[in-house]
């Protein structure tokens, strides 16, 4: 299943030594890496002008999305917004049965 994570920071990752905050991004970057080549981690992006990032991550449940996102070296630094995606065709085509069934309700009103 796949799920978009937004990512953003938060103001007391600019409170740390330069130093610090250094480390923990190319600790993230090498994590973020990893993930990738295991199939985890698809797409990255930053968002310009909103100062967040966004991936695109495969995983078998929610819960291994959080176990993911809780390995990010930098992770206690940002707060996460997590969205499931569902594809488009498959979810039209729900819709539609569902519609269908509701016309199936109301026989007498107009097509």
Known sequence: MKFMVI???KDIF???PPSVGRQLMEATAAYMAEGKKKGEFLE???MAGWNRSMVISEAK???E?????SGLPIGGFMDFEVYP???PFESMKTFIESMKAA???FPGLPK
């Open 65 to 69: 999305i959080v176990k993911n996102i």
């Open 103 to 105: 016309e199936k309700m």
């Open 44 to 46: 990255f992006y930053f």
């Open 7 to 9: 990512s953003k920071m």
């Open 85 to 87: 995606l569902a594809d």
């Open 61 to 63: 449940s929610a819960e």
């Open 14 to 16: 600019y409170t740390l």
